[in-house]
């Protein structure tokens, strides 16, 4: 399994035709403690870049943008007790929902690890 | 001026500290083509002995309820304030103090919020308040807009229950944001058949009880008929001593309670300022719009209260926002809590069951006059009667006589004319026998 | 500890002084005050009420059957309790409040006085208007200096506050565009708006369009231009601006506006800053609301209520909402229904409010504006300059001006530039100040600058009172460049309450008070 991200600071970790989904660890110490994340209704589908999600800190609420498009099957209930759990763990527990892809294509065009860290560095 | 502090000498010495030779050397940015040199038709300044002439004369051209028989509801109403709640309420803390954006000095205002929101909550047997909005009339329009965000659907169904204002509030701002309303005709009987209106693509079904027509209705019907297609119950009051001795909302099935505090703590003042009441479920409650305290404990873990939720408001989401509605009704709702808090569970039973024995009395009077018909078989404290004439020109004959009839819902509702022979009629705990007499007399004359 | 029940949590003894440790957590006159819910009983009250004559109940199948659990005080312990919570509150009364864009001054209680005479207090906006001709003359009145003051032709007073304003607004330009037969889909917003602003356009359907912000802050005429075409509806646009400056080519940005065919919203929320100095009217505003809360005083009362007219240009008057007055002959005449406005060129958009508006600010508004008048008025507006321009000088050589030392208007703009590298944010800052008795100035508010500190005095402080506020920055920022910040990391460390978890209270919200275990059945 590998591991992709976007320059809206998600990520997307391929496993067959799924795709499970989340913000990255950058993403979480910028937004500071989250504090309640709304996360869409299973067997919704995304277009790539449809927003699909809101993350909550305390001081701002910020959209999250489908990095890729495809069907929610699953998404991580977990997080709407304990939205913590991005902060403490953003691209592990804190995962946000698994899509079905439409496209697995995709996937290769996002950036990889090395892209993405290197992309941070120009910010 | 005697509430401006600095001396002209202090002026100066500050415009020397400045490094300007005049004050409009601070105004240099202003166009020179709109500057003004002064403004015309306006008089200079008065003392205080002065403007409190005016002003006492202009008060006197008005008719003080208090100074004749007075019988006027239709979302107002008349109530004692019992004097603490206002030395409470003129407190400088309270008074001259801001939205407590800065917590660890605002704790008086966090504190008695938190308090009034339990009291919402309880009172309307709901699971969550918010820290109030501007009136019943807008709170019950953002109970509309936030139906229909958690349903995602557009279409809101009005009883026609609903204050008339109250309705052209909802349907100016569902107009305005896209929205579409179906209104059902006005209801002075209690005859509708709201369960025919609803569907599957209604977000929310609006109901007054008691009714703008004094009606109390069930709303447990409405609400399982709502439920069964996915829409949400929104549930408005205009009257919360009512919840004195009625089943509240929430014990009815109600999603989303709005209504008008103004009866406890709030004078009459014209129509404003008043207090909106909202009130929600759990799980709605981060759809709920306006501003909202809650607990949490300081660095040394003592409890204490903030502004939360605030992720919603404009503030920070601007044109995302829930609402773009800022202010509460601060002041308001403090003087909500403080009479609800001298009233108790207690205090608040007997003044609801004062308010229903003087409207049963007067409703027994009126029945028996010739011409004039009362058209309820439930109520709380006002009722509607149907006159044989025009009920404006009676309501004014009858001010012309010293008494202060009630609502003639022309006024609300002059294209209708089911409803030009109907006057709203309330009592509260200050009507008196006499009072009751005078209307009595003067409406038998009247319809004679 | 005690826990979450009960009087709060004394402070633990490890990590505090001793001397604070006090048997009850009060320390002198700060008294720790438990909920009413705590303190309060269901059979409590303040209130002797008659017991009700008897009667046959008329509540059909609706009589309450489950108890209320409210708590009730008697008298004295309903005082004692509100007056030591009022007693945690900073209050305009106690020291300066130098909120910038929020307009905290003096509030006379001459006007508190007249808003209680029965001829205001105890009327009912239904009554037949023959019984309350001098409500009428009052609104009409009132409605007259504000048309007066802002150079505008109509004013719509419903509106309850002042977003609540901005959507009347709005919705008048809706309208007005669709007597025009035109439906406009843009409306042009500067970055450094209030929030307000770009929430009220999106809430009537219009894609808010962002202007950024010139070096100096101000409106770049240019980039309104090019953001002009035929979809575009409004512009929201506040003068003098949130960054304290007067936008010196308002003008010209208006009349690029008027040839789009499009409008211009003011947001009146620094309106007092120019006060029979300049009229919206002259600088081409179509609308603006008014704060009468800020502008002219009528109390802020911990979060409102405010009130918030609109003043209307020709173009826009004939679609301001119900109700308004129409003056025949000099004669106020309340129009409340559509049925009235038939046969004139009356529009009106609809209704925001049922009854009539904040009638309890007008009265005090125009209590004010006669005590003031036109020369007080306008010495109000120079004096609230006068002491922003005076807090610059006194300041500007020791905190950052993102805009550069230049006169402002009725409030100053620092950043946090000169906290650089210090480890103090403006949030210390701004706790430190609490600790010396002040609260705290706007901060990071505009958005467009990095930390900001908004300061606005307002006239209604003397020249001591300023003098002492500088003096006690200028210790604050010396302490900072000295790095002595352990009182600013750990502030506030002397007011009632230490800094709050905001996290906790949004991550897991408790909105209400739980009882332990329910309340008994009601008393009666």
Same mark, same amino acid.
């Given at each position: 399994?590998?591991t992709?991200y976007t320059?809206?600071?998600?990520?997307?970790?391929l496993d067959?035709d799924t795709a499970?989904i989340?913000?990255?660890?950058y993403a979480q110490?910028?937004l500071?403690?989250?504090?309640?994340?709304e996360?869409p209704?299973?067997?919704?589908?995304l277009?790539k870049g449809?927003?699909?999600?809101?993350?909550?800190?305390?001081k701002?609420?910020?959209e999250v943008f489908?990095?890729i498009?495809g069907?929610?099957?699953?998404?991580?209930d977990?997080?709407t007790?304990?939205?913590?759990?991005?902060?403490a763990?953003a691209?592990g527990?804190?995962?946000?929902l698994?899509l079905?892809?439409s496209d697995?294509?995709?996937?290769e065009?996002l950036?990889?690890q090395?892209a993405?860290l290197?992309f941070?560095?120009?910010? | 001026?005697?509430y401006l502090p600095?001396s002209d000498e202090?002026?100066?010495a500050m415009?020397?500290?400045?490094?300007?030779?005049?004050?409009d050397?601070?105004f240099?940015?202003?166009p020179?083509a709109?500057?003004?040199?002064?403004?015309?038709?306006i008089?200079d300044?008065r003392?205080e002995?002065e403007v409190?002439?005016?002003?006492?004369?202009?008060?006197?051209?008005n008719?003080?309820?208090?100074?004749?028989p007075?019988?006027?509801?239709?979302?107002a109403?008349?109530h004692?304030?019992?004097?603490t709640v206002d030395?409470?309420i003129q407190?400088?803390?309270?008074l001259?103090?801001y939205?407590p954006?800065?917590?660890?000095v605002?704790?008086?205002?966090?504190?008695?919020?938190f308090?009034?929101?339990t009291?919402?909550a309880?009172l309307?047997?709901?699971?969550?308040?918010n820290?109030?909005?501007?009136?019943g009339?807008t709170?019950?329009?953002e109970?509309v807009?936030m139906?229909?965000r958690?349903?995602?659907?557009?279409r809101?169904v009005l009883?026609?229950?609903?204050?008339?204002?109250?309705?052209d509030?909802?349907e100016?701002?569902?107009?305005?944001?896209?929205?579409?309303?179906?209104?059902?005709?006005?209801?002075?009987?209690?005859q509708e058949?709201?369960?025919?209106a609803i569907?599957?693509?209604t977000?929310?079904?609006?109901?007054q009880?008691?009714?703008?027509?004094g009606h109390?209705?069930?709303?447990?019907p409405i609400a399982?008929?709502?439920?069964a297609v996915?829409?949400?119950?929104v549930s408005?009051?205009?009257e919360?001593?009512?919840?004195g001795l009625?089943?509240?909302?929430?014990a009815?099935?109600a999603?989303i309670v709005?209504g008008?505090g103004?009866?406890?703590?709030?004078?009459?003042?014209?129509?404003?300022?008043y207090? /909106? *009441?909202f009130a929600?479920?759990d799980?709605f409650?981060?759809q709920?719009?306006g =501003? @909202?305290? #809650? !607990?949490?404990?300081d660095v040394?873990?003592?409890r204490?209260?903030?502004?939360?939720?605030?992720t919603r408001?404009q503030h920070?989401?601007?044109d995302?926002?829930t609402?773009n509605?800022c202010?509460n009704?601060?002041l308001?709702?403090?003087a909500f809590?403080?009479h609800?808090?001298?009233l108790?569970?207690?205090g608040?039973?007997r003044?609801?069951?004062?308010n229903h024995?003087?409207?049963?009395?007067l409703?027994?009077?009126?029945?028996?006059?010739? /011409? *004039?018909?009362?058209?309820?078989?439930?109520?709380?404290?006002?009722f509607a009667i =149907? @006159?044989? #004439? !025009?009920?404006?020109e009676?309501v004014?004959?009858?001010a012309?006589r010293?008494?202060?009839?009630?609502?003639?819902?022309s006024r609300?509702?002059?294209?209708n004319?089911d409803?030009r022979d109907?006057?709203?009629?309330?009592?509260?705990e200050?009507?008196t026998?006499d009072?009751r007499?005078a209307l009595?007399?003067?409406l038998?004359e009247?319809?004679? | 500890?005690?826990?979450?029940?009960?009087?709060p949590?004394q402070?633990?003894a490890a990590?505090?002084?001793?001397a604070d440790?006090?048997?009850?957590?009060?320390?002198?006159l700060?008294i720790e005050?438990?909920l009413?819910?705590?303190i309060?009983r269901s059979?409590?009250s303040?209130?002797?009420?008659p017991?009700?004559?008897?009667i046959?109940q008329?509540?059909?199948?609706q009589?309450?059957t489950a108890?209320?659990n409210?708590a009730?005080?008697?008298?004295?312990?309903?005082m004692?309790?509100y007056v030591?919570l009022?007693?945690?509150?900073?209050?305009?009364?106690?020291?300066?409040f130098?909120l910038?864009?929020?307009t905290m001054?003096?509030?006379?209680?001459?006007?508190e006085?007249?808003?209680?005479?029965?001829?205001y207090a105890d009327?009912?906006?239904?009554?037949?208007t023959s019984t309350?001709?001098?409500?009428?003359?009052?609104?009409?009145?009132?409605a007259?200096?504000?048309?007066?003051?802002?150079?505008m032709?109509?004013?719509?007073?419903?509106p309850?506050?002042?977003?609540?304003?901005e959507?009347c607004?709005?919705?008048?330009?809706?309208?007005?565009?669709?007597?025009r037969g035109?439906?406009r889909?843009?409306?042009?917003?500067p970055?450094?708006?209030?929030?307000?602003?770009?929430?009220?356009?999106?809430?009537?359907?219009?894609r808010?369009v962002?202007?950024?912000?010139?070096?100096?802050?101000s409106v770049?005429p240019r980039?309104?231009?090019?953001?002009?075409?035929?979809n575009?509806a409004a512009?929201?646009l506040?003068?003098?601006n949130?960054a304290?400056?007067f936008?010196?080519?308002?003008?010209e940005?208006?009349?690029?506006?008027?040839a789009?065919?499009?409008?211009?919203?003011?947001?009146?929320?620094?309106?007092n800053?120019?006060?029979?100095k300049a009229?919206?009217?002259d600088?081409?505003?179509?609308a603006?609301h008014?704060?009468?809360?800020?502008?002219f005083s009528?109390?802020?009362g911990?979060g409102g209520?405010?009130a918030?007219?609109?003043?209307l240009s020709?173009a826009?008057?004939?679609?301001?909402?119900?109700?308004?007055?129409r003056?025949?002959?000099?004669?106020?005449?309340?129009?409340?229904t559509?049925?009235?406005t038939?046969?004139?060129s009356?529009?009106?958009?609809g209704?925001?409010?049922a009854?009539h508006?904040?009638m309890g600010?007008?009265?005090?508004?125009?209590?004010y504006?006669?005590?003031?008048?036109?020369?007080?008025?306008?010495?109000?507006?120079e004096?609230?300059v006068?002491n922003a321009n005076?807090?610059?000088?006194?300041?500007?050589?020791?905190m950052?001006?993102p805009?550069?030392d230049r006169p402002c208007m009725?409030?100053v703009?620092?950043?946090?530039?000169?906290?650089?590298?210090?480890g103090?944010s403006?949030l210390?800052?701004?706790k430190a100040?609490i600790?010396?008795g002040?609260?705290?100035?706007?901060m990071?508010?505009?958005?467009?600058?990095?930390?900001?500190?908004?300061?606005e005095?307002?006239?209604?402080e003397?020249k001591?009172s300023?003098d002492?506020?500088?003096?006690?920055l200028?210790?604050?920022?010396?302490r900072v460049?000295r790095k002595e910040?352990?009182?600013?990391?750990?502030?506030?460390r002397l007011?009632p309450?230490?800094?709050l978890d905001?996290?906790?209270?949004?991550?897991?919200?408790?909105l209400?008070?739980?009882?332990?275990e329910p309340?008994?059945?009601a008393a009666?």
């Open positions: 399994m590998s992709r320059p809206d600071h998600e990520w997307v970790r067959g499970l989340g913000i990255s660890n110490e910028q500071g403690d989250i504090v309640f994340i996360l209704e299973t067997g919704k589908m277009k449809d927003e699909f999600a809101v993350v909550e800190s305390v701002a609420a910020s489908a990095p498009a069907e929610v099957v699953e998404t991580n977990a997080l007790s304990d939205p913590e759990k991005v902060n763990s691209e527990d804190g995962w946000f698994k079905k892809l697995p294509g995709e996937f065009s950036m990889d090395e993405y290197a941070l560095e120009t910010i | 001026m005697r600095h202090d002026r100066q415009l020397a500290r400045i490094g300007v030779e005049a004050i050397d601070l240099a940015e202003v020179v709109a500057r003004l040199d002064g403004l015309d038709n008089p300044g003392s002995l409190e002439r005016i002003m006492s004369a202009m008060a006197r051209r008719v003080a309820a208090g100074s004749v007075f019988f006027l509801g239709a979302g109403y008349r004692h304030i019992p004097a030395h409470v407190r400088s803390e309270f001259t103090s939205t954006y800065q917590p660890e605002a704790q008086g205002t966090l504190q008695y919020l308090e009034f929101q009291q919402m309880n309307t047997a709901m699971d969550v308040a820290a109030s909005m501007y009136d009339s709170a019950t329009a109970a807009l139906a229909h958690l349903t995602r659907r557009d809101a009883s026609g229950s609903l204050h008339p204002q109250y309705r509030v909802v100016t701002i569902s107009k305005a944001s896209g929205k579409r309303t179906t209104t059902l005709p006005a209801d002075p009987t209690a058949d709201l369960l025919a569907d599957q693509d977000s929310c079904v609006v109901v009880s008691p009714s703008f027509y109390l209705i069930d709303l447990r399982d008929k709502a439920h996915g829409a949400l119950l408005v009051f205009t919360i001593v009512a919840l009625v089943e509240p909302p929430g009815q099935g999603d709005a008008e103004q009866s406890i703590g709030n004078p009459l003042g014209f129509g404003g300022p207090v /909106g *009441l929600t479920r799980r409650v981060r709920m719009p =501003r @909202v305290a #809650g !607990e949490t404990v040394k873990g003592r204490g209260f903030v502004l939360t939720l605030s408001e920070i989401r601007r995302r926002a609402s509605i202010t009704a601060g308001c709702a403090l809590t403080v609800m808090t001298l108790g569970e207690r608040l039973t003044l609801a069951r004062l024995a003087h409207a049963v009395e409703s027994d009077a009126l029945a028996a006059v010739p /011409g *004039l018909t009362v058209l309820n078989d439930t109520f709380f404290n006002e =149907r @006159v044989n #004439g !025009e009920a404006a009676i004014d004959l009858l012309s010293g008494v202060l009839a009630g609502v003639p819902v609300l509702e002059p294209d004319p409803v109907v006057i709203v009629v309330a009592a509260t200050l009507t026998g009072d007499r009595v007399s003067a038998t009247a319809l004679a | 500890m005690k826990g979450d029940l009960g009087r949590t402070a633990p990590g505090a002084a001793m440790k006090t048997f009850t957590g009060n320390r002198g700060q005050e438990a009413l819910f705590e309060g059979d409590g303040g209130v002797d009420l017991e009700p004559p008897d046959d008329r509540l059909g199948g009589a309450r108890a209320l409210l009730g005080l008697s008298e004295p312990e309903t004692r309790h030591r009022s007693q945690k509150n900073y209050a305009i009364d106690s020291g300066i130098p910038g864009s929020c001054k003096h509030n006379p209680r001459l006007n006085k007249i808003v209680r005479m029965p001829g009327i009912h906006p239904l009554q037949p309350v001709e001098g409500a009428l003359a009052l609104i009409a009145e009132l007259r200096w504000l048309t007066e003051m802002t150079g032709a109509a004013v719509a007073m419903s309850k506050a002042g977003a609540h304003g959507l607004g709005m919705l008048t330009i809706v309208e007005a565009l669709a007597a035109e439906s889909t843009d409306v042009l917003v970055e450094s708006a209030h929030g307000t602003n770009p929430a009220t356009a999106a809430t009537v359907g219009y808010v962002d202007i950024p912000a010139r070096d100096d802050g770049d980039a309104v231009a090019e953001r002009l075409h035929g575009v512009i929201m506040t003068n003098p949130t304290g400056y936008e010196r080519d308002v003008i940005i208006a009349e690029a506006v008027h789009a065919g499009a409008y211009f919203y003011a947001d009146g929320a620094n309106f800053a120019i006060v029979g009229r919206p009217g600088l081409g505003v179509d603006m008014i704060n009468l809360h800020k502008t009528t109390p802020h911990g209520p405010g918030g007219p609109v003043v020709e826009l008057a004939p679609f301001a909402p119900l109700p308004f007055i003056l025949d002959d000099g004669k106020p005449h309340l129009v409340e559509m049925a009235q038939q046969g004139t009356e529009r009106p958009f209704r925001m409010t009854f508006g904040q600010m007008f009265v005090r508004a125009l209590s504006m006669l005590s003031h008048g036109a020369d007080g008025m306008r010495q109000a507006s004096d609230a006068l005076y807090i610059r000088a006194g300041l500007s050589d020791l950052s001006l805009y550069g009725h409030e703009l620092f950043d946090d530039g000169f906290l650089e590298d210090s103090v403006t210390d800052f701004a100040m600790d010396e002040y609260h705290p100035m706007t990071y508010f505009p958005l467009v600058v990095h930390g900001a500190m908004l300061i005095p307002t006239e209604s003397s001591a300023l002492l506020f500088v003096a006690t200028r210790d604050l920022v010396m460049q910040t352990e009182g600013f990391t750990s502030g506030p007011a309450r230490g800094r905001e996290t906790r209270a949004a991550r897991q919200p408790r209400k008070w739980q009882p332990p309340f008994s059945d009666e």
